[in-house]
């Protein structure tokens, strides 16, 4: 039941449609799975992808990629500890573990992923497989 909600949600966000008007991430449940937030774009020799992560120690994040498929991981630490749950009129900003997985437009060439953590952003970049590229053709005239 909860493959066939994802696979509905993803049809809507196909379409530019989101179904949650909130960014809910770190809450528990489904929301939980879309942190962290992930953007992907590509020239003509790799894709780029850009995992808001503020707060997460570098230390903790793995970063894999295998043909078309990116997972990004890790722990974000609690910024208070030992303060007692009844203890908190707020907490918006959650902690634990996540995983988040993406699926690339294009294979990619794991051997060259390069991972950068800066501000709060990790930042890959994902070389294009050799297939994936665009080729030129010569148009031979008879």
């Known amino acids: 039941m909860d493959a066939l909600r994802r696979e509905i949600d993803r049809a809507f966000e196909d379409f530019g449609l989101r179904t949650s008007p909130f960014r809910t991430a770190f809450l528990p449940g489904r929301a939980g799975r879309r942190y962290p937030l ?7 020799d790799a894709l780029y992808a850009e995992a808001l992560t503020p707060g997460v120690n570098p230390e903790s994040l793995n970063v894999s990629v295998v043909r078309n498929t990116l997972t990004v991981s890790g722990e974000k630490q609690p910024t208070v500890n030992g303060v007692k749950a009844e203890a908190f009129h707020r907490n918006e900003r959650g902690a634990g573990q996540f995983k988040r ?12 992923v390069v991972a950068n953590y800066n501000d709060g952003i990790l930042r890959i970049t994902l070389p294009k497989a050799t297939e994936a590229k665009p080729q030129q053709i010569q148009v031979n005239v008879a």
């Open 38 to 44: 992930v953007n992907v774009y590509e020239d003509k």
């Open 101 to 112: 997985t993406v699926e690339l437009p294009v294979e990619v060439d794991s051997s060259g």
